[in-house]
């Protein structure tokens, strides 16, 4: 795994602190306290644009409440592995139910999944309103020569490898990344080219291109899907804080697009992206802040 952000700002920190709690339920009579200030918190993160955005903005929060905080971007089974191993604290891009669904099979049981932090998300394949397709089984060589998706591995590709052999295309979906998809839509927008992509939504390319999802009549993509947050065993226990902010994590789709689509179109660092949604929606980061342990 590699760091790609080592957050270690904690000017203006809350004050939080709780009692000690001894492993019978009461408070320890010696009076020490637990203080977030200073304490490591590593968070895992996919490095697609919609979880850049969700692990930035949270990451920010934590820190406010006094955590030093890393983010490590890797690939979608690691993030799952370090999370169930106790590597690392936790993740808040478990796309679910079916986009990660052999990732929760597999490690489900030796997480603590928090639930959703964001509702009504949505995958499948997506062409620009110029085209004049509305369904996948409308898809042929002739239409395109090939479905450009993401990462190799990751829940969408699998997806799409059964749709094409659900609807039985004679084209391929062919793996790249995030960045080089939106590459590839965006030079083809601008010529009014044919093109399909792997997407999914939240993402800013629904509010930068008049783009929209294909009809999905063999139902091999959810219809409506969550993002979860899952943390360590443990986490709880020895950060409750962190614990109880992560669990009160939730936002919008217009909350992640609006961050998203600030990087996107105003050529912002992610990290101040976050700030500024932050900065501009005080009340609900005020609410995620609000733990039992103020």
Not at 187 to 215: C, G, M
Not at 248 to 264: G, H, I, L, R, S
Request: charged share 30%; with cysteine.
């Amino acid at each position: 795994m590699r760091s790609i952000l080592k957050k270690s700002t904690t000017a203006g920190a809350a004050a939080l602190s709780v009692l000690v709690v001894s492993a019978c339920g009461e408070e320890d009579t010696s009076g020490e306290a637990y203080s977030p200030e200073g304490e490591e918190i590593t968070l895992t993160l996919v490095a697609w644009d919609s979880e850049l955005a969700s692990t930035n903005v949270i990451g920010k929060v934590l820190e406010e409440a006094g955590y030093d905080v890393t983010l490590t971007a890797v690939e979608q089974a690691p993030m799952w592995i370090s999370t169930a191993n106790g590597d690392a604290d936790g993740f808040v891009g478990a796309w679910l139910p079916s986009d990660m669904a052999s990732e929760y099979e597999e490690y489900g049981d030796d997480v603590v999944d928090l639930g959703p932090n964001l509702e009504g998300n949505r995958t499948g394949l997506a062409v620009p309103d110029y085209m004049d397709i509305t369904s996948i089984d409308e898809l042929s060589s002739d239409v395109v020569d090939e479905i450009i998706g993401i990462d190799a591995g990751a829940g969408i590709m699998t997806s799409t490898e059964e749709v094409v052999e659900t609807y039985d295309l004679d084209i391929e979906a062919t793996p790249s990344s995030d960045a080089a998809m939106t590459a590839a839509l965006d030079s083809a927008y601008n010529n009014e080219e044919p093109i399909v992509i792997t997407a999914w939504q939240p993402h800013w390319k629904f509010n930068s291109y008049d783009i929209r999802f294909l009809e999905d009549p063999e139902g091999v993509y959810e219809e409506e899907e969550e993002i979860r947050t899952m943390v360590r065993e443990g986490l709880e226990e020895e950060h409750p804080v962190a614990y109880e902010i992560l669990d009160n994590f939730y936002w919008e789709t217009e909350d992640m697009n609006e961050v998203m689509q600030d990087v996107a179109e105003n050529d912002k660092d992610v990290e101040d992206a976050a700030q500024d949604w932050i900065d501009d929606n005080r009340e609900t980061v005020d609410e995620w802040l609000e733990t039992a342990e103020q």
